[in-house]
């Protein structure tokens, strides 16, 4: 992990010093207020009906009803925009050459993958604290399990960990970022929508689409429940990703 | 301090360097020489452990590149080709970055940076964004970065292209000063600036060494004959000239230098200095003599010689 703080710094002042994420930021909060306003209004309509109707109120529930669609859509949102923040890390370095300067510092590869992963994963720590206080506010207005909200956004960190190592490597594929942003978009949807493949072929096949989707492990965290099965599944998901990055560096060392 | 045998890297079945070999030795410039896509840059990216060899091993300060890369990038400041830098960065964040990336001590960083940005003389524009610099600019933040943690090995591509003449020569005056306390490996295709600047040139050429020696040397060895220059005031003809200038023994030809036959090229033989004779028989002859000096052979024309040339024999030191 030699010369870990040394990137990290790097990239966060990077981040910092670009355009790319105030534009994300921007987007990311005026969309996430909307999803947020939407389900409290759709909620608030619920509630009207549920002074009439003794059914519907039993059925009223802040978590199930505002919690868990807004962290669905905001993981939307993510994945449109993770590609966004990790296109340029390694696609940048290598097209302005930077690279050799990064490659013959006495920095290991793992401590420069890991570092520029939490420097984006910091940033995504970032746009997920700028939802919390929606959380709060919903809160103070209705009685809302604390445990849920904890096991959801643990959910969308991990997931969103994981459309970011995904980024990141497909930003060592290419020089040309909207390249990197591309691939990596295509192949997030792709895990994203794998699971649309148990309804076509119900066999052994299906369910291990099913099981590879990113979607399917994220709604157990978004119901309140913690399930090492899935995070396992995130982690292996991160991991695998940070390995064939930095066997894509390697690659082109050899290939010069 | 600088190893290399056996040196070779195919780019797929391209060969980019086959079979290079050197040395460098402590406290030494050395200047890496050949034309453009000649393996210069190849080499010196396996030096800098950027890239592993095909085969061959380089070693710098007794360290593997490939086994022990870690170890040997602490020892090199490498100054890569074209100067790529952090843009968006300040000239003191970047040092800063680089001497975390460097892990220099947190106390020391401080004065590293101060004493590097002395070296560059980069003290007025540190608080500068890199990318608003010009090229001379950034050049010397590039090789401030080289020398930050003060590594014994400092390792540069090309380290003059792209600068106005004035920069050219501040650029080398400073690796020169370097010498005293680095060894110094810079690639270069300028010829005068590695005759200028070190002290032993290594001349590659399609991915061979050609030669190894000091400047002066390869110009010595290589020469065949002497050339001694002759001007006067007034334009004179060939025949007076042969006739003053037959009797002397070592006279090999008599070539006129420019058109209106006022200045003469008399090639002489290598072993004697003929210039008081030749001066002598001038003045005797009534000839009005204002220029008399013997031509050295260019490094550039060693360097055409050896990279032209098939089967070249001199007998420098050719590996």
């Known amino acids: 992990m030699r010369g870990f703080w040394a990137v990290y710094a790097k990239e966060l002042y990077s981040f910092w010093a670009s355009p790319i994420l105030y534009v994300v930021l921007f987007v990311f909060f005026l969309l996430s207020g909307y999803f947020f306003y939407s389900a409290v209004a759709y909620y608030n309509l619920l509630s009207f009906q549920a002074t009439q109707n003794p059914f519907v109120a039993q059925e009223l529930n802040a978590v199930s009803i505002v919690v868990r669609p807004f962290l669905l859509d905001i993981s939307i949102v993510l994945l449109l925009l993770s590609p966004l923040l990790t296109m340029r890390l390694f696609a940048e370095e290598k097209k302005t050459g930077t690279i050799e300067l990064l490659l013959t510092y006495p920095i290991t590869e793992v401590g420069l993958v890991c570092a520029k992963l939490c420097a984006v994963v910091t940033v995504l720590l970032i746009l997920l604290a700028g939802t919390l206080p929606y959380m709060v506010l919903l809160g103070y207005l209705t009685k809302l399990s604390v445990g849920v909200v904890i096991s959801g956004y643990l959910g969308v960190i991990l997931m969103g960990t994981a459309f970011l190592a995904l980024g990141l490597f497909t930003s060592t594929v290419t020089q040309n970022q909207i390249i990197a942003a591309t691939l990596s978009f295509g192949a997030l949807l792709g895990f994203w929508i794998i699971s649309w493949m148990k309804s076509i072929t119900p066999s052994t096949i299906g369910k291990v689409c099913e099981y590879l989707s990113l979607t399917y492990h994220f709604d157990p965290f978004s119901k309140g429940l913690i399930d090492t099965r899935h995070i396992t599944y995130y982690f292996v998901f991160i991991l695998f990703f940070l390995f064939l990055t930095i066997r894509r560096i390697d690659v082109e060392r050899w290939r010069g | 301090m600088i190893e290399v045998e056996g040196l070779t890297k195919y780019y797929g079945s391209l060969a980019a360097i086959v ?14 020489l050949g034309p453009n896509g000649a393996g210069k840059s190849t080499t010196i990216k396996i030096l800098t452990c950027y890239m592993p060899p095909s085969s061959g091993t380089a070693r710098i300060n007794g360290f593997d590149c490939l086994e022990d890369s870690i170890n040997v990038r602490r020892q090199i400041g490498y100054l890569p080709e074209n100067v790529p830098l952090y843009k968006e960065m300040t000239v003191k964040r970047f040092l800063e970055f680089v001497a975390s990336a460097k892990q220099i001590d947190r106390s020391r960083v401080k004065g590293e940076i101060g004493r590097v940005m002395e070296i560059c003389a980069i003290e007025d524009v540190s608080g500068r964004i890199i990318g608003n610099l010009s090229k001379g600019y950034r050049q010397r933040v590039g090789l401030a970065q080289a020398l930050l943690g003060n590594p014994p090995v400092i390792i540069l591509d090309e380290p003059t292209i792209g600068l106005d003449p004035t920069q050219i020569i501040e650029i080398r005056n400073l690796i020169k000063s370097l010498g005293k306390d680095h060894t110094i490996l810079m690639s270069s295709h300028i010829l005068p600036e590695v005759a200028q600047t070190c002290n032993r040139v290594v001349i590659i050429n399609k991915g061979k060494v050609v030669a190894t020696d000091s400047p002066e040397n390869l110009t010595r060895q290589l020469q065949k004959k002497a050339q001694i220059t002759v001007g006067f005031e007034k334009s004179i003809n060939i025949s007076d000239l042969k006739g003053i200038l037959g009797g002397l023994p070592g006279i090999i030809d008599i070539m006129p230098a420019d058109g209106d036959g006022m200045r003469w090229y008399i090639e002489t033989d290598q072993e004697r200095d003929l210039r008081a004779d ?39 030191e050719v590996v």
């Not at chain 2, 079979?19 to 890496?32: A, K, L, N, T, Y």
């Not at chain 2, 001038?282 to 055409?304: A, H, I, P």
């Open chain 2, 19 to 32: 079979d290079v070999s050197f040395r460098v030795e402590r406290g030494e410039i050395v200047g890496f």
């Open chain 2, 278 to 316: 030749v001066a002598k028989a001038l003045v005797e002859g009534g000839m009005r003599l204002v220029e008399l000096k013997t031509v050295d052979m260019t490094l550039e024309e060693v360097f055409m010689h050896l990279v032209t040339e098939e089967d070249y024999s001199a007998p420098s």
